[in-house]
Antibody, heavy 122, light 110 residues
């Protein structure tokens, strides 16, 4: 079955960077039209889309809010996607989720990771 | 800036029917927005209920249905149960590879 397993919780100081991983299994990672989305949720707040990566091509797109601070990459040899966020502030304290998305023809979200808590504190 | 709007909260009686909506502060939601609905209980990751407007995810009961109602996406829950009490988020495609979540609806079943 499809699984997305994320890396463990992180504590970072303001100004630092964090890199969260998302290990995919149970499907063909680089199959046609498969993407990994990254979404975050600050404490007590709603979900916020950050960006995505095409697992096959490596193409990316980022929410304007995070442009210049976020980089999403993937390593196809270990079927893992990564989200790196730089210049962290306390506002970046949140749960970070990855999710699998299949584009045309299904436009399907079918699995979410368990979430990674990133705490930014001095 | 495009904002995706959802009712902040909604209440339904057990066994009742409720329709949550997902709109835009400017413009209309259509099937080309590929609306999806995601359910989240406290302390858990989201779970996708509906994708591509009206397709139920595997294992989702058929009392959850998605549609376009007027200029909004809609999630209808029929025969509401106590464990439907949680947060519901819609996600819309905005074009040019961009997606936006709504602010979420906190559903109370009482």
């Amino acid at each position: 079955q499809v699984q997305l397993v994320q890396s463990g919780a992180e504590v970072k100081e303001p100004g630092a960077s964090v890199k969260v991983s998302c290990k995919a299994s149970g499907y063909t990672f680089t199959g046609d039209g498969y993407f990994i989305f990254w979404v975050r949720q600050a404490p007590g707040q709603g979900l916020e889309w950050m960006g995505w990566i095409s697992a096959r091509t490596g193409g990316t797109n980022y929410a304007q809010k995070f442009q210049g601070r976020v980089t999403i990459t993937r390593d196809t040899t270990i079927t893992t996607a990564y989200m790196e966020l730089t210049r962290l502030t306390s506002d970046d304290t949140a749960l970070y989720y990855c999710a699998k998305y299949a584009a045309s023809p299904t436009f399907q979200f079918d699995k979410w990771g368990q979430g990674t808590l990133v705490t930014v504190s001095s | 800036q495009t904002v995706v709007t959802q009712e902040p909260s909604f209440s339904v009686s057990p066994g009742g029917t409720v329709t949550l909506t997902c709109g835009l502060n400017s413009g209309s939601v259509s099937i080309d927005s590929y609306p999806s609905w995601h359910q989240q209980t406290p302390g858990q990751p989201p779970r996708t209920l509906i994708y591509n407007t009206n397709t139920r995810s595997s294992g989702v009961p058929d009392r959850f249905s998605g549609s376009i109602l007027g200029n909004k996406a809609a999630l209808t829950i029929t025969g509401a149960q106590a464990d439907d009490e949680c947060d519901y988020y819609c996600l819309l495609y905005m074009g040019s590879g961009n997606w936006v979540f709504g602010g979420g609806t906190k559903l109370t079943v009482l």
